[in-house]
C-alpha cells in the first residue's frame, strides 16, 4: 500500500547566536535540509540562500516537503558558513546541525533546539527555531439547490432529475467535479445541500467557468441532457434566500430545432457560502493530543511464553510480533503526545496475587497509574509482566474499547477539538465477546477514538474483517449502525517479510481522514487556531 502524502509543509527556518567562523567580519550561514530514507543514508533535500554577515540569520528560502503522518520521517538541518563559490560543503565551515522528526516539528509547529556539533557537544550558544505551515486551500463551498419546469423526458411518469458540476482544465476540456443526488419523477426537485471545495470546482479562481448540467436518470444508464448553463462563483456567491441566483437550462439540440424555444427549466441557488474546513494539521498545530494505548492479548491460545512456538515468546533478540507490532505503530504517533506517558493493559490472564482472570489490567500492575514512560516503557513494562501472570481467556476485547472510551467521552467535555484516542489492540485471534465489542465499537463511533487492531500468529481473523467496517457499516447486537468507520483492522502475517515501518503505514493511513471527519461532525475547533495566528 503506497501512503497518501497528507499535505505539503513549508519550513522556515532561523538561527540565532551561530558560531563566528570568519575574522574581521560574521560568518555568512545556510542552512541545509538532509532526510533520512532508512538507516544512516541521509541525503539533502534543498537548502537555503546564503545570508552575508550574520550570526542571527533569518532565511527567506523556504523548504517545502511532502508530509505523511503514518511515516516517521527523518529529517536533519545542518548550518553552515560559506566562503567560496563551490557547491560542495565540505570545504565549507560546519556550525551545528539539528535533528529531528517531521512529526515533532508540525507538533509544535514552531520548534527553537540548540545545534549541536558532529560530536555531539553544543555548537556554541547557536540555536535553530524551525516554523511549519501547512501549504493549502481549505475553502469549501457549500451550495443549495433546486429547480422548476424542467422539461419532462419520461414516457411514463416524469423526469428523474440530477445535477453534474465540470470546471475548465488549462486545455479547455471539461472535467466532473460533482454529481447531485437522482430526485425520482419530479420536474421540480430540491437537491440535498452539498459541499465542494473551492479548488475542486474552479481551481479557487472566482472568474473561472463552471459548467452545470442537467440530466434526467435512466437505469440503462442513458440518461438524457434536460439541459445546461455555465457561470462563475463571483455569481454563485450573490445567491441569498431571499434572493437566489437562477439561471435558464438550454437545451442547444431543442433550441435549434423549434423556433418558440424558450428554455428547459430554471435553475435556481438559494445558497451559496464559502467557509474554512480545518485539516488534519490545523487540529494538530492547533494544539490537539493524540493519546495512544495499547491492549495486549494474553489469552491461553497465544502458547506457554517460554516456549518457543508461543507468540509471546521473546526471541534471543528480545522480540516478538507483539512487540513488533508495539515499535512500529507506536514510534509514529509518540510525536503527536507530549507528556509521552502511554497506558498500556492487557486481558485474558490470570494475574498475582489472587489469580482471577482480567480483562483490562495494567501490564505494569498499577491500577492508579497504568501508564509507561515512552514506548520503551511499554516494551519494558510486557517483558517484566510476561513471567507474573498466566495465560488464560476468554478473549474479550470490549472493557479494553469502554475503558478507553470512558476517557474519550470525559475529553467531549471540553468543546473544543484538544484530544483524540487510539487504541491499539494486539491479538491471537478469535474473539469471544463479539456482540458486546460490537456494542463498544459503535458507542465509541460516537468518541473522538480510532481503533486498531493487529492480529498476530495464523489463526482465522473473519470475525476482526466483520468489525472493519470497509464493507459495510457495523451495527450493534441491537442493530444501531456506527456513526462512523473507527477499526482498522490488519494481520501482522501480511507484513512478516516487509520492511519495520510497512505495518505503521497501513494502520495508520486512515487516522488523519478519521480525526478529521470526528471533529468536524461535531463543528469542534482546534485550542488554538493556526490559520488566525
Same mark, same amino acid.
Given at each position: ?16 547566536? $551561530? ?13 541545509? $535540509? ?17 545570508? %552575508? ?6 532565511? !527567506? ?36 546541525? =539539528? ?11 514552531? $520548534? ?10 553544543? !555548537? ?62 419530479? $420536474? ?18 472566482? /472568474? ?50 423549434? %423556433? ?69 505503530? *507506536? ?13 498500556? =493493559? ?27 514512560? *515512552?514506548?520503551?516503557?511499554?516494551? /519494558? ?8 501472570? %498466566? ?17 474519550? !467521552? ?10 483524540? =484516542? ?40 473473519? !470475525? ?7 464493507? *459495510? ?5 441491537? *442493530? ?13 502475517? %501480511? ?39
Amino acid at each position: 500500500m503506497a501512503a497518501q502524502c497528507v499535505t505539503k509543509v513549508e519550513l522556515t527556518i532561523a538561527c540565532t547566536n $551561530l558560531l563566528d567562523k570568519d575574522v574581521g567580519s560574521k560568518s555568512d550561514p545556510l542552512c541545509v $535540509l538532509l532526510q533520512n530514507t532508512s538507516g544512516q543514508q541521509w541525503y539533502e533535500v534543498d537548502r537555503t540562500e546564503r545570508v %552575508k554577515n550574520s550570526l542571527n540569520p533569518k532565511f !527567506a528560502k523556504k523548504f517545502l516537503i511532502d508530509y505523511y503522518f503514518e511515516l516517521v520521517q527523518k529529517l536533519k538541518f545542518g548550518i553552515y558558513d560559506i566562503d567560496n563559490k563551490t557547491f560542495d560543503l565540505s570545504d565549507d565551515d560546519f556550525l551545528g546541525e =539539528f535533528e529531528c522528526t517531521l512529526g515533532q516539528i508540525v507538533s509544535s509547529r514552531t $520548534l527553537t533546539k540548540p545545534l549541536v556539533l558532529k560530536n555531539g557537544r553544543p !555548537a556554541g550558544k547557536g540555536s535553530i527555531t524551525i516554523t511549519a505551515e501547512e501549504v493549502k486551500d481549505n475553502r469549501v463551498v457549500v451550495l443549495e439547490v433546486e429547480a422548476r419546469k424542467l422539461d419532462n423526458k419520461d414516457f411514463f411518469g416524469k423526469s428523474d432529475p440530477y445535477l453534474e458540476f465540470h470546471k475548465q482544465t488549462g486545455d479547455g476540456n471539461w472535467v466532473m467535479v460533482h454529481r447531485t443526488e437522482v430526485i425520482k419523477n419530479n $420536474l421540480n426537485p430540491v437537491w440535498r445541500p452539498f459541499k465542494i471545495s473551492l479548488n475542486s470546482l474552479c481551481y479557487s479562481d472566482m /472568474d473561472k467557468s463552471i459548467k452545470v448540467e442537467c440530466y434526467d436518470y435512466d437505469s440503462d444508464g442513458s440518461h438524457d441532457l434536460i439541459g445546461s448553463f455555465q457561470t462563475t462563483m463571483s455569481k454563485l456567491k450573490e445567491a441569498s434566500r431571499s434572493s437566489p441566483v437562477e439561471f435558464e437550462c438550454i437545451n442547444e439540440k431543442k433550441r435549434q430545432k423549434k %423556433k418558440t424555444y424558450k428554455n428547459s427549466g430554471i435553475v435556481s441557488f438559494k445558497h451559496c457560502e464559502i467557509i474554512i474546513e480545518c485539516t488534519f494539521l490545523d487540529y494538530i498545530m492547533g494544539g490537539c493530543q493524540l493519546n495512544f494505548t495499547v491492549g495486549i492479548d494474553f489469552t491461553g491460545s497465544n502458547g506457554d511464553p517460554r516456549s518457543p512456538d508461543s507468540l509471546h515468546y521473546l526471541s534471543p533478540n528480545g522480540v516478538n510480533e507483539y512487540l513488533t507490532a508495539i515499535w512500529s505503530v *507506536g514510534m509514529v504517533i509518540q510525536d503527536y503526545d507530549t507528556d509521552k506517558m502511554f497506558p498500556a =493493559f492487557g486481558f485474558g490472564a490470570q494475574i498475582p496475587p489472587s489469580f482471577q482472570v482480567s480483562h483490562e489490567f495494567p501490564i505494569n500492575f498499577n491500577p492508579s497509574n497504568p501508564f509507561c514512560n *515512552g514506548i520503551q516503557g511499554i516494551v /519494558d513494562a510486557y517483558r517484566a509482566c510476561l513471567p507474573q501472570v %498466566k495465560l488464560y481467556g476468554p478473549t474479550n476485547f470490549s472493557p479494553i474499547i469502554n475503558h478507553v472510551a470512558r476517557f474519550a !467521552a470525559a475529553a467531549t467535555q471540553q468543546q473544543t477539538a484538544s484530544q483524540y =484516542f487510539i487504541l491499539l489492540i494486539i491479538t491471537d485471534g478469535v474473539i469471544t465477546d463479539l456482540d458486546q465489542t460490537r456494542t463498544a465499537i459503535v458507542n465509541a463511533s460516537k468518541l473522538p477514538m480510532s481503533i486498531i487492531i493487529v492480529g498476530v500468529g495464523g489463526a482465522d481473523f473473519d !470475525a476482526m474483517e466483520f468489525l472493519d467496517g470497509d464493507n *459495510g457499516v457495523l451495527r450493534s447486537s441491537s *442493530g444501531e449502525p456506527a456513526v462512523r468507520d473507527i477499526v482498522q483492522f490488519v494481520p501482522f502475517r %501480511k507484513f512478516q517479510n516487509s520492511p519495520k515501518e510497512a505495518l505503521a503505514q497501513c494502520v495508520l493511513a486512515e487516522v488523519p481522514q478519521q480525526v478529521v471527519n470526528y471533529f468536524s461532525t461535531y463543528k469542534l475547533q482546534p485550542p488554538r487556531n493556526p490559520a488566525a495566528e
